[in-house]
């Protein structure tokens, strides 16, 4: 008996060890870029501002920016004060003097000093800084130091340009905000984004475009699917032509499909649009991509075209694993082809249509590129998908925590679609496979 444990456990192992590479592979390419986007999300990145494009746990100091924006400002207060009259004369000599101070303290850190020296030098032979000297960590002293000199030059700057004692008064308000970027502080927001996201109504809106996109367009292509994949299943002469063309619009890219559909749609010369007029399915030609129904139509027709044939693919590769015996025995029983669908076909290709609907289900949820080059998510959002809203977020805002907090969220949904599938369409596979 306990050799057979030992036996059994060692099975155990073994097993264990053989999935292991394939268990780090999914860890490197899936877990990790998650895991990584939903840490981003807890701090406010932004690539338009030179002190938040990286994490920061701490305040500190962008010795690039302030080596080189710290001269500017001695030069303009020095410049201001030899033109200046008394007593504002000796005002921006104090603050010349109160800044050369803070940079002498500063400097009392040799890890400042000496990083001082070498960027200077750098920058005077016009090389770029490397990643290793840009950053300093600073203290919550030095840090409140920087601060208070910093703000109280600014507001005597501001005063004395408002009182005309300045002879360039705009010039302090561009080498203060230059000087003042080059400090760093901590980005840490927590779950600042998500708590926005739910109460922000274009994040809802866009999660209701997506999942009515989703909705509509699956149970478009599944219906379709399978009356083409049942069509091109029985033999007819010329079924092999037949089965390549279905596949041509699968095989077309989808920006290209995308664009080819928005000249098609197009209010005065597509063909798509006049047979809808001429039809009366749109009052206008221009409808379709300038309201909102008309676009969300345009969109699910665009996709449904060109996915419709991955659905037919995926049916008719069930269907050919369905044995033809079962349909003649049902036909000597006396059972007509409505019955032989629905207690041969559909119950035979229960697993193939589970398969077809989750990667379709998944695919159409994250649609990107057919929405992005057809209607660019309008007109006014109103075919905004939430992969849309977060790439806006992320490469027009510039705001990579926002962007990424989008993106975590739609991997979570995506999760609880693949979990539903599972579940419900899935279940008596799973009981049977387990012999109950």
Not at 16 to 38: D, K
Not at 140 to 169: C, F
Not at 337 to 358: D, E, H
């Amino acid at each position: 008996m306990n050799r057979q444990n030992k036996r059994s456990l060692s099975e155990k192992q073994m097993g264990y060890l053989l999935i292991l590479p394939a268990l780090l592979i999914i860890l490197i390419i899936a877990i990790w870029p998650v895991m990584r986007s939903f840490w981003i999300s807890l701090h406010d990145i932004r690539l338009n501002d030179p002190t938040k494009t990286e994490v920061h746990s701490s305040y500190g100091l962008d010795m690039e920016r302030y080596v080189s924006t710290l001269p500017n400002l001695l030069r303009y207060v020095k410049k201001e004060a030899e033109t200046a009259q008394e007593p504002a004369k000796d005002k921006l000599e104090a603050i010349r003097q109160e800044i050369e101070q803070m940079n002498q303290a500063l400097q009392q850190s040799g890890e400042i000093a000496s990083r001082y020296e070498a960027i200077d030098q750098l920058l005077l032979e016009f090389k770029p800084i490397p990643t290793e000297l840009k950053y300093v960590t600073l203290n919550s002293d030095a840090t409140d130091a920087i601060r208070t000199t910093l703000a109280q030059t600014e507001s005597a700057l501001l005063e004395m340009g408002a009182n005309k004692q300045l002879a360039k008064p705009e010039g302090a308000v561009g080498v203060m905000a230059g000087i003042k970027s080059a400090i760093i502080e901590p980005n840490y927001v927590g779950f600042a984004y998500y708590q926005h996201f739910l109460t922000d109504s274009r994040m809802w809106a866009a999660l209701y475009n997506t999942f009515f996109f989703t909705v509509v367009s699956v149970v478009i292509e599944l219906v379709l699917g399978i009356a083409i994949a049942l069509l091109i299943n029985r033999p007819f002469r010329g079924r092999g032509l037949v089965r390549a063309t279905v596949l041509i619009p699968w095989a077309i890219p989808t920006v290209i499909s995308a664009m080819m559909w928005k000249f098609l749609y197009d209010g005065q010369n597509g063909i798509v649009a006049h047979l809808f007029e001429v039809t009366g399915l749109v009052s206008d030609m221009g409808v379709l991509l300038s309201t909102k129904a008309g676009a969300m139509f345009s969109v699910i027709l665009a996709d449904v075209w060109k996915t419709t044939p991955f659905m037919a693919l995926l049916l008719f590769a069930g269907l050919q694993t369905i044995p033809h015996s079962l349909y003649e025995a049902a036909s000597v029983d006396g059972a007509n082809r409505m019955q032989q669908f629905f207690r041969i076909t559909l119950p035979m290709l229960k697993s193939t249509i589970l398969v077809a609907l989750l990667f379709r289900t998944l695919d159409a949820f994250r649609v990107f590129d057919l929405i992005y080059a057809l209607t660019g998510g309008g007109p006014a959002n109103s075919t905004e998908t939430i992969s849309i809203y977060a790439y806006k977020t992320m490469f027009a805002q510039m705001s990579f925590g926002e962007g990424s907090a989008l993106a975590v969220l739609v991997f979570l949904c995506v999760a609880l679609i693949s979990i539903g599938y599972i579940k419900i369409l899935g279940a008596d596979l799973l009981g049977e496979g387990n012999g109950k």
